[in-house]
């Protein structure tokens, strides 16, 4: 197990560019096979389900890990999330940014946000569209404790390679009309394309961990 973990870490070691960073997406693996990776020397990890999230968080605390929430947030977990992650990538319209920014204040934390966009119609998956982002922009920035550092996205299913680089240059270029110097795009099947069109933050979980065993999303 922690063989195939360290060969296949070694090989994307050697393909990543120095220029990118890299958040290892550990849902649906254990906390132990999280703390093998840790030691190879990466802290950021990813995290979609709360539930599961502050179960390893728990059992980690012992390691300074940066926890990022990388699902789709429901309301009432907002507080919870403020509360234990460091970076939330998925805060998708005005309203959940407010309460975001409203329990921020009230924790006394000042989350890094990453709002999630979605450049293709995808029913799958979350996200505002370009000009929904646009028009609540102004209102986003008045936003006490809220840090914006970038914007997240996903491609659907499907695409062709050419599609998929398309998709995530216009992230970048969205990415920087905004001044917002992050862009949290690439996946394990993807991530070549986003690398070659700005990418800053890979999301990558079966390339690090292989196959997920409590797989949802
Ligand atoms: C699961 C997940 C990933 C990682 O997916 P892999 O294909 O295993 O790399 C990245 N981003 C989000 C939002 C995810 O839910």
Known sequence: MTDFLTN????????LPPSVRLLAVSKGHSASTIRSVASFGQQAFG???LQEALEK???????NLQWHFIGHLQKNKVRAVVKTFSVIHSVDSLSLAQRVSR?????GCCPNVLLQIKLRVDPSKGGMERGDLISIWPELQTLPALRITGLMTMAPFGLRVDERQS????????????KLP?????????????VAAGSTLLRLGSAIFGPRLMSRT
């Open 167 to 178: 998709l995530f240059t216009e992230c970048r270029t969205l990415a920087d009309k905004l």
């Open 182 to 194: 992050e862009c949290s795009m690439g996946m394990s099947g993807d991530w070549h394309e986003a």
């Open 57 to 63: 968080q728990k059992l980690l605390s012992d390691l």
């Open 47 to 49: 995290e979609s389900r």
């Open 8 to 15: 296949r870490w070694t090989t994307l070691m050697e393909e």
């Open 103 to 107: 329990i921020a204040v009230e924790e």
